[in-house]
């Protein structure tokens, strides 16, 4: 089969975009969760700034990935290649993890809350010692949600000169090579997959 001798011989090429391509996704992830994790703690604090927060990613969520990503290379510091690609999937990720992480943390029961606040707790104890720990899985639902999303969009990056698996589509379309875009879409869905598999996993560990 034409597929599997083309991996035979470009397998270098192929473990190449996917390491690539899973570097992308795995910085992208743990700044996005720091950094969602941070402004969900003001949102706490704050219901105001939270509100706003959510709408301004939201704004940010909605423009075409391919836009954002044209968008970012004229910012100083920015440019072509991985700095700006990992920049714009940060910048996505926060409307899925602050939506998730807000609507976590307050989903807690209110009597909990009360009784917690009647032993004298402060609010910042109670954000971390009750809110969290009892909405561990919404966290987790975010954090899937985010990750999946992430593979999908960093492929575009390919167009910006970030490498990984969206270089195999783009060159296999540019030069009618269909073996190129078929192990494209075979390594991205895999990726896809096995990720949310691993964390639908955890969720379920989670008691």
Same mark, same amino acid.
């Given at each position: 089969?034409?597929?599997?001798?083309?991996?035979?011989?470009?397998?270098?090429?192929?473990?190449?975009?996917?390491?690539?391509?899973?570097?992308?996704?795995?910085?992208?992830?743990?700044?996005?969760?720091?950094?969602?994790?941070?402004?969900?703690?003001?949102?706490?604090?704050?219901?105001?700034?939270?509100?706003?927060?959510?709408? $301004?990613?939201?704004?940010?969520? %909605?423009?075409?990935? /391919? =836009?954002?990503? &044209?968008?970012? #290379?004229?910012?100083? @510091?920015? +440019?072509?290649?991985?700095?700006?690609?990992?920049?714009?999937?940060?910048?996505?990720?926060?409307?899925?993890?602050?939506?998730?992480?807000?609507?976590?943390?307050?989903?807690?029961?209110?009597?909990?809350?009360?009784?917690?606040?009647?032993?004298?707790?402060?609010?910042?104890?109670?954000?971390?010692?009750?809110?969290?720990?009892?909405?561990?899985?919404?966290?987790?639902?975010? $954090?899937?949600?985010?990750?999946? %999303?992430?593979?999908? /969009? =960093?492929?575009? &990056?390919?167009? #910006?000169?970030?490498? @990984?698996? +969206?270089?195999?589509?783009?060159?296999?379309?540019?030069?009618?090579?269909?073996?190129?875009?078929?192990?494209?879409?075979?390594?991205?869905?895999?990726?896809?997959?096995?990720?949310?598999?691993?964390?639908?996993?955890?969720?379920?560990?989670?008691?």
């Amino acid at each position: 089969m034409e597929l599997i001798r083309f991996a035979q011989r470009n397998y270098g090429l192929l473990l190449r975009a996917l390491s690539e391509h899973t570097y992308i996704v795995l910085v992208a992830l743990v700044l996005s969760v720091l950094l969602a994790g941070l402004l969900t703690i003001i949102a706490m604090f704050f219901k105001r700034v939270g509100n706003v927060l959510t709408y $301004i990613f939201s704004i940010v969520y %909605s423009v075409p990935s /391919i =836009a954002l990503f &044209a968008l970012m #290379i004229p910012v100083p @510091g920015m +440019g072509l290649g991985r700095n700006t690609a990992i920049t714009v999937l940060v910048l996505y990720n926060q409307f899925i993890l602050l939506r998730n992480f807000i609507a976590g943390l307050n989903g807690v029961d209110h009597a909990i809350i009360e009784a917690a606040t009647g032993m004298g707790m402060t609010r910042t104890q109670i954000i971390f010692k009750v809110r969290v720990p009892l909405s561990l899985k919404p966290l987790f639902v975010g $954090i899937r949600l985010a990750l999946v %999303s992430t593979i999908a /969009i =960093a492929i575009i &990056a390919a167009f #910006i000169g970030a490498g @990984g698996i +969206g270089l195999l589509i783009t060159i296999g379309l540019e030069t009618g090579n269909n073996n190129r875009v078929l192990w494209g879409v075979i390594l991205s869905a895999g990726l896809g997959i096995i990720a949310n598999g691993l964390l639908v996993f955890a969720e379920k560990k989670i008691k």
